[in-house]
C-alpha cells in the first residue's frame, strides 16, 4: 500500500513487474525505477460566478529526474487522483525513453469536470493551478503540457501566469501552446497523426493496403479526431465514433470533416444525428482492420479482448488495455497487431519536445520540418520494438515498455546513487 494506490497505479505496476521479470531486474532494483520521485497535492480556490467558492484538488507527480527534465501532460477531469497521476507519469517515463527523449515523465490534473465551469471559472481555475506549481515545476525542472480536458488556451494561460511570476515571458514552461503563444507548427495535431502514421507502419507490416480498410475510433477529442482524420484521408472508411454523449455508426464510413466541424461548433458528438446511434463502450467490438481507443483508461478488459474483432489495436489513449487484456491480446497476436500506447500516442511528446527546443533556442522552424522529424523518430522507435518483438519472440507491449525500462536504468546505473 502507497499513497498512490488504487486502480490505475496497481495497473502500472503490474504491468512493470511482467517486464522487470522479462529483464530479469533484481528485486532491490525495482523500486527504484517504479517508484515516483516527487508528487505534490494542491487545493486550488476560485470564485465561482455565482459569488461562492469552490475548491479543486490538484496534483503533479514527477517519476524521475535522471535523464533531464521530467515532461507530461496536465489532466482535468473527475478521474483525476493522485494514483491516476503517478500511474500516468510512469508510463511517460517508459515513453519518452522509448522514442529517445531527454526526458523522465510527469502528470499533473485537476479532479474537475471542466465543462461544468464558465471560461472564466476555467480560467481563474488554471491560473491558481500553475500559481501553486511554480515552486515545483520549471524549464529545465518539469515542463507541463495538455491532455485530457485541458488544451491549447489552458496552456497559454499557464504559460502567462508562470512568466508573470518571473517577471518575463518564458515559453518553454509548457508544450501545446498556441502558435501565436511560443507553440509549434504541428503540436496539436501531432498526436492523432503519430497514431496514423504508426498505422500505415503496421499496415505495411502485415502487407494490408491501408486504403479501403475500416476503422473505428473511440474518443473524439484531440487525439481521436485528428486520428481519424488522417485515417480518413489515408482512403480508410472510419465506420464508428465515440465520445462521451454517445457513438455513431455508418457501415459505409463516416464523414469525419464534417464530424470535426461539427464538434467545434457544439462541443461534441451530440446532435449530429444523421447516423445510427449506438451505445459508446459497444463500438469496441465492432468489427474492423483498425481499432483506436483514444479517449480513458482500461477500457479494454478481459472479457473484451477476447472478442475484439480488429486487426491493428493502434492505442491512442493512455493505458487503454488492463494487464489481463494483455495476457489474451498477447495469445492472440498473430490475429491483432498491437501499436502499444507508449509508441502509438507518442507523436505528441516527440513534438512537445521539438517545441520546447524551438522555444529554448527562440528559432521555429516550418510544419514540414517539424512532421518530418516527428516521422523520423516514429519510424526509428517503431523498427526497434519490431526487431526486439522478433528477437525474443515477445509481444510488441513487452518490447516496447523493455526498451524504455532498460534506457531509464541503463541511465540510472551509469550515473549511480547519489550521495
Ligand atoms: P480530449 O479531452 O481532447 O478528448 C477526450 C475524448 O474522449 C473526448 O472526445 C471525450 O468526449 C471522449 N471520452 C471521454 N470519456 C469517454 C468514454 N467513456 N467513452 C468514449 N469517449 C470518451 O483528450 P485527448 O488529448 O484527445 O486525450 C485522449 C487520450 O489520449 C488520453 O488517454 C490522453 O492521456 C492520451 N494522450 C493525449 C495526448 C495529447 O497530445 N493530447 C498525447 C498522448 C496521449
Not at 508573470?164 to 518553454?172: A, K, L, S
Request: with cysteine; charged share 25%.
Amino acid at each position: 500500500m502507497t499513497a498512490y494506490s488504487g486502480p490505475v497505479f496497481d495497473m502500472a505496476v503490474k504491468q512493470f513487474d511482467v517486464i522487470a521479470d522479462y529483464l530479469s531486474i533484481p528485486d532491490d532494483a525495482r523500486a527504484r525505477l517504479l517508484m515516483p520521485k516527487r508528487a505534490v497535492a494542491v487545493s486550488c480556490p476560485i470564485h465561482r460566478d455565482d459569488g461562492t467558492t469552490a475548491v479543486f484538488q490538484g496534483y503533479r507527480v514527477q517519476h524521475h529526474l535522471t535523464l533531464g527534465p521530467t515532461k507530461g501532460g496536465t489532466r482535468f477531469a473527475t478521474s483525476v487522483d493522485l494514483g491516476e497521476i503517478a500511474a500516468l507519469a510512469i508510463w511517460m517515463s517508459w515513453k519518452c525513453a522509448l522514442v529517445g527523449l531527454p526526458y523522465g515523465g510527469a502528470k499533473g490534473g485537476i479532479n474537475v469536470e471542466p465543462l461544468s465551469l464558465s471560461r472564466r471559472e476555467l480560467e481563474a481555475l488554471s491560473r491558481r493551478y500553475m500559481q501553486e506549481m511554480i515552486p515545483f515545476v520549471g524549464p529545465h525542472t518539469d515542463v507541463m503540457a495538455p491532455d485530457m480536458g485541458t488544451n491549447e488556451q489552458i496552456m497559454a494561460w499557464f504559460m502567462d501566469t508562470y512568466s508573470m511570476y518571473q517577471g518575463q515571458t518564458v515559453t518553454e514552461i509548457v508544450t501545446g501552446k498556441p502558435v501565436s503563444a511560443g507553440g509549434t507548427l504541428g503540436r496539436r495535431e501531432a498526436t492523432g497523426r503519430g497514431v496514423a502514421h504508426l498505422v500505415r507502419r503496421a499496415a505495411d507490416e502485415l502487407n494490408i493496403r491501408l486504403s479501403g480498410t475500416t476503422a473505428v475510433v473511440q474518443g473524439f477529442g484531440n487525439v481521436g479526431s485528428i486520428a481519424a482524420l488522417e485515417l480518413h484521408n489515408n482512403g480508410v472508411k472510419v465506420i464508428a465514433v465515440s465520445d462521451h454523449t454517445g457513438a455513431l455508426y455508418r457501415p459505409g464510413g463516416l464523414n469525419i470533416p464534417k464530424l470535426i466541424e461539427h464538434v467545434a461548433v457544439r462541443g461534441s458528438l451530440e446532435g449530429y444525428s444523421n447516423e445510427v446511434d449506438l451505445d459508446p463502450a459497444g463500438i469496441l467490438s465492432l468489427p474492423c482492420d483498425v481499432l483506436v481507443p483514444a479517449a480513458v483508461e482500461r477500457v479494454i478488459d478481459a472479457k473484451l479482448a477476447s472478442t475484439l474483432r480488429c486487426r491493428i489495436l493502434a492505442e491512442g489513449a493512455n493505458g487503454p488495455t488492463t494487464p489481463e487484456a494483455d495476457q489474451i491480446l498477447e495469445k492472440r497476436r498473430d490475429e491483432i497487431f498491437l501499436i502499444p500506447d507508449i509508441l502509438c500516442n507518442s507523436g505528441g511528446v516527440v513534438v512537445s519536445y521539438f517545441e520546447w527546443v524551438q522555444d529554448l533556442q527562440r528559432f521555429f522552424w516550418e510544419e514540414e520540418e517539424v512532421m518530418r522529424r516527428e516521422y523520423q523518430v516514429l519510424d526509428r522507435a517503431f523498427e526497434q520494438v519490431q526487431a526486439r518483438s522478433r528477437k525474443d519472440n515477445v509481444f510488441n507491449r513487452t518490447a516496447a515498455m523493455a526498451i524504455g525500462v532498460e534506457r531509464v536504468r541503463g541511465a540510472k546505473e551509469t550515473r549511480g546513487l547519489f550521495p
